[in-house]
């Protein structure tokens, strides 16, 4: 495994702390990235119903073709922001592998793009069913719980009103989405609508009045590609919050 290369079981870059970055494949095989990556980003959007990334590696063991890396991956990545913060544990799914290039290091570069794994539910998902005498948070409460399956954390704020909602043969996350534009906050009655977004806290389902500090940032870092055999560590040349 590459975390053998390592005296520690945790990458320490900036004030990111990486526990574990593993692989697993369709066999349940699994694979630390450790001491593969050279790019990490992970996104978080007010805007966007789950989080998404990227990971860029510098593959010189031919993963993609032994692993194999075939785009239906689970991504599991540990990580803390900075001491005395709780480890944060967040598992994805891998959907697509671009960017393949040769590299001087005789092995390949190319890009992991992922999301959380509520999307893969969702996308193969289609609810046709009648949604009676609920509010709206009720009814996205009974979506991400009965319908997603999620197991995270739910920030939902109780709305007002109550509807018959029928959901036409469509995505779950198209039904919140609908719930966003009827929901009004229970109370801030004549307030915005709602927005439905993932974070590393869970799901939220909450008015505009209710968010104080939530823009879309991105924790970004750089391995400079050096490895360094004398005192056995991984020198990373950046990371930044954008």
Same mark, same amino acid.
Not at 57 to 65: F, G, H, P
Not at 94 to 122: A, I, P, R, W
Not at 178 to 195: C, F, T, V
């Given at each position: 495994? /590459?975390?053998?290369?390592? *005296?520690?079981?945790?990458?320490?870059?900036?004030?990111?702390? &990486?526990?574990?970055?593993?692989?697993?494949?369709?066999?349940?095989?699994?694979?630390?990235?450790?001491?593969?990556?050279?790019? &990490?980003? %992970?996104?978080?959007?007010?805007?966007?119903?789950?989080?998404?990334?990227? %990971? /860029?590696?510098?593959?010189?063991?031919?993963?993609?073709?032994?692993?194999?890396? %075939?785009?239906?991956?689970?991504? $599991?990545?540990?990580?803390?922001?900075?001491?005395?913060?709780?480890? $944060?544990?967040?598992?994805?799914?891998?959907?697509?592998?671009?960017?393949?290039?040769?590299? =001087?290091?005789?092995?390949?570069?190319?890009?992991?793009?992922?999301?959380?794994?509520? *999307?893969?539910?969702?996308?193969?998902?289609?609810?046709?069913?009648?949604?009676?005498?609920?509010?709206?948070?009720?009814?996205?409460?009974?979506?991400?719980?009965?319908?997603?399956?999620?197991?995270?954390?739910? #920030?939902?704020?109780?709305?007002?009103?109550?509807?018959?909602? %029928?959901?036409?043969?469509?995505?779950?996350?198209?039904?919140?989405?609908? *719930?966003?534009?009827?929901?009004?906050?229970?109370?801030?009655?004549?307030?915005?609508?709602?927005?439905?977004?993932?974070?590393?806290?869970?799901?939220?389902? $909450?008015?505009?009045?209710?968010? $104080?500090?939530?823009?879309?940032?991105?924790?970004?870092?750089?391995?400079?590609?050096?490895?360094?055999?004398? #005192?056995?560590?991984?020198?990373?040349? =950046?990371?930044?919050?954008?």
């Amino acid at each position: 495994m /590459q975390r053998d290369r390592f *005296m520690s079981d945790e990458l320490k870059i900036g004030n990111i702390n &990486l526990r574990e970055i593993d692989l697993y494949n369709f066999l349940n095989k699994k694979y630390s990235l450790l001491g593969t990556f050279t790019f &990490l980003d %992970i996104q978080e959007d007010m805007f966007a119903p789950v989080c998404s990334g990227s %990971i /860029q590696l510098l593959d010189t063991s031919n993963l993609l073709e032994d692993f194999p890396i %075939i785009g239906e991956e689970r991504l $599991v990545i540990t990580y803390r922001t900075a001491e005395p913060f709780k480890w $944060v544990t967040r598992e994805f799914y891998v959907y697509d592998v671009t960017n393949k290039m040769k590299s =001087s290091d005789k092995g390949f570069v190319y890009t992991l793009h992922f999301c959380s794994v509520e *999307m893969l539910k969702n996308r193969t998902t289609l609810v046709s069913k009648s949604f009676k005498n609920l509010t709206p948070s009720d009814i996205v409460k009974t979506v991400l719980t009965n319908i997603i399956e999620t197991k995270k954390p739910l #920030n939902i704020e109780k709305s007002f009103g109550i509807y018959t909602y %029928i959901a036409p043969h469509i995505y779950p996350f198209e039904v919140i989405h609908s *719930m966003s534009n009827r929901a009004r906050s229970d109370s801030h009655h004549d307030g915005a609508s709602y927005l439905f977004f993932e974070n590393k806290n869970g799901f939220n389902f $909450v008015s505009l009045e209710e968010i $104080v500090k939530g823009t879309p940032f991105t924790y970004v870092a750089r391995d400079n590609n050096s490895y360094d055999n004398t #005192n056995e560590t991984t020198r990373f040349t =950046s990371i930044s919050a954008i």
